[in-house]
């Protein structure tokens, strides 16, 4: 079978059994690999209402058929569970050269089961797998213990580890794979705490199988036509790095500020990509065979984190821990990022979740008897220390460690007006007030508060009109769509966009059929990318989620913005209703939100249908 080793293997580290499944072609024509493989495996694994920490919860590691082929930024790791912050079906993806070495081990995705009775790692060759002792590795940071791992395991091997916070059950804990001074964390809702909650503290991988493509003089073609326009539209990143979005995005009022209270924040020309680069870089690093290098070392040399060397945060990142806390530092914007790698945190919850207990502070809501210290915007001291409690879950840490949609069921009051959160998620930084298309698309994501589910590419473009919730429907399923291929693929977000395309296009088919030899149609590839998010939305479904659900914050739906260019912009709730009925009838499901018999039938996801009806599918 071209593009795939059809194997996957499945281990329980409650007794160290590990067992091997075949698919076959039939399976991948449906699912493709890394997302839609997990979501199909999760589906039939999970019985509904299972608690995230339950033993019986799964974690999946899956590549896809483009790993470890020509095609740029192949080398993305994605990594599936019932996430510890929205309680649904999730996934979040890292970069590196993790990817190519679990695809040469012949196992498209690597399901962990159950959990061991003591700290272990789990040891995946093309044999199967193996646990191994890592009493001694507990505690350590997500990087030295990556490194023990290594020197334990030898060359050619790679590794993702957990930091204290994934040990400590923090809800949005991360897992951390550091290669060749490029670290890549799967951040988002929580999978680190879900390894955590197993006593894993990581996976290593060692392989030397290498997939056999139908055409890779086609491949080959393929990728020289796409040089072009990878070079010349992502320049800027590949120079700068992603912090060059900032000026551009708060030009346009849409940098969330002080936990959304604003939108435009006066310190976007000191965190952007170009000061940052004159005053902290001192070299860019690339995931394995990528030619963007969109990563950049830097080096703080003045101020109270002097000394500090790290991989500059990311816009998201930058997003969360700087204009949302007021924070205008750059020296601790560098340590904090390190903070959160290597203690294992998802930056974006840790930044929107300290922003969150600032406001409340602000309000009256917090007091110094629960925090401890005085919270205030703006403080990178304080708000560094209470990272570093966070992840151990040390005093007023123990409640950050919750996520604010938890926090804010346990102050009460008004303090459920001050989360910036979907489904429990912390959005991430890219407005739903200034942009209608990120309105209806955190609504309708299956992960939340992500930007990785409906995508703001299109919503920037200056011939593209963001303020108007015409088209934003169709726009949220395209990219919907767009997404689940590319992390079935898997792929890189920077390059499938500004090379392939921001919606599937035939370059998508071209690529798969060059591969795999199918013979897909452009049809074909767009409903591969509906089948994966209707069987999300199906997981999702199975766990309570209805329309009632497909919500924005109170502040993007009831606080207009208060001043720059996108003053008064907001999403009412009257429009949001609008813009799901047609979202809803766009995607063939009810107005609960619901997949219909019928549509799940055309998608070939029978399985499901007992779980419909029982929601209230119509026909």
């Known amino acids: 079978m071209y593009g795939y080793a059809g194997r996957i293997l499945y281990l329980d580290v409650a007794s160290g059994v590990c067992r091997i499944e075949q698919y076959d072609e039939e399976f991948a024509k449906l699912y493709l690999g890394g ?81 061991a009775t003591r700290p272990v790692y789990v040891a995946v060759t093309g044999e199967g797998a193996s646990l191994k002792e890592a009493g001694h590795l507990w505690g350590m940071r997500a990087d030295v213990a990556g490194d023990h791992i290594l020197q334990a395991e030898g060359a050619g091997t790679d590794v993702a580890t957990i930091g204290p916070a994934g040990e400590n059950l923090v809800r949005f804990a991360s897992i951390g794979h550091f290669w060749r001074g490029r670290e890549g964390v799967a951040a988002r809702g929580g999978l680190g705490a879900v390894l955590g909650s197993k006593n894993i503290k990581g996976i290593c991988v060692a392989g030397t199988r290498r997939t056999q493509l139908a055409n890779p003089d086609e491949l080959r073609r393929i990728v020289r036509g796409l040089r072009e326009p990878i070079a010349t539209n992502l320049a800027a990143i590949s120079k700068f790095g992603t912090p060059v979005l900032v000026p551009g995005i708060n030009a346009l009022g849409g940098l969330g500020t002080r936990n959304l209270q604003q939108e435009q924040w006066d310190g976007a020309s000191i965190v952007n990509g170009e000061n ?53 530092d750059v020296g601790s914007l560098v340590k904090a990022n390190e903070l959160c790698d290597t203690l294992g945190l998802d930056a974006i919850s840790m930044g929107v979740t300290l922003a969150f207990a600032c406001e409340c502070f602000e309000k009256g809501l917090l007091t110094e008897r629960e925090t401890g210290m005085p919270l205030t915007f703006g403080d990178h001291r304080t708000l560094l220390r209470l990272i570093e409690m966070t992840a151990r879950r040390e005093g007023f840490g123990n409640l950050l460690a919750e996520g604010s949609a938890r926090m804010a069921d346990q102050l009460g009051g008004d303090a459920h007006k001050y989360l910036a959160c979907v489904k429990k998620l912390e959005m991430a930084g890219h407005s739903a007030r200034a942009l209608k298309g990120m309105s209806i698309g955190y609504a309708t994501a299956t992960r939340g508060g992500s930007h990785q589910d409906g995508r703001p590419v299109r919503q920037y473009r200056p011939d593209f009109d963001h303020t108007s919730t015409q088209g934003q429907p169709e726009e949220a ?30 370059t998508f088919a071209e690529v798969i059929n060059a591969i795999t030899g199918w013979g897909l149609t452009l049809e074909d590839v767009e409903r591969i990318g509906e089948r994966i998010f209707n069987l999300e939305r199906m997981f999702n479904v199975r766990e309570g989620e209805r329309r009632r659900q497909d919500v924005l914050p109170y502040r993007s739906m009831h606080e207009p913005i208060p ?21 809803y009838e766009l995607r063939g499901w009810s107005r609960e939100g619901i997949p219909t018999a019928r549509k799940l039938r055309e998608l070939g996801l029978e399985f499901t249908l007992s779980a419909a009806r029982s929601a209230g599918a119509t026909p």
């Open 35 to 115: 997302n839609g493989f997990a979501a199909k495996i999760l589906y039939d694994l999970l019985p509904a209402g299972i608690g995230p920490f339950d033993p019986t919860n799964a974690v999946v590691f899956g590549v896809g058929p483009a790993t470890d082929t020509a095609l740029p930024s192949n080398s993305r790791c994605c990594v599936f569970s019932k996430s510890p912050i929205t309680g649904r079906f999730f996934d979040a993806t890292f970069g590196g050269r993790f990817a190519i070495t679990q695809k040469r081990t012949g196992f498209e995705a690597i399901v962990l089961t159950g959990k």
């Open 276 to 328: 940052m680069s004159e005053k902290l870089y001192e070299k860019s690093v690339s995931c394995f065979g990528c030619p963007v290098a969109c990563g950049k070392m830097a080096r703080v040399k003045e101020g109270d984190y002097a000394g500090t060397y790290w991989k500059v945060a990311e816009y998201e990142s930058i997003y969360a821990l700087g204009p949302m806390l007021d924070n205008a």
């Open 477 to 506: 399923v395209r990219t919907q769509h767009l997404s689940a291929v590319g992390d079935s693929l898997t792929q890189c977000r920077f390059v499938t966009e500004r090379g392939m395309g921001i919606h599937l296009n035939e």
């Open 563 to 583: 001043a720059g260019p996108t003053k008064g912009m907001h999403c009412p709730p009257e429009e949001l209703d609008r813009m799901l009925d047609e979202y």
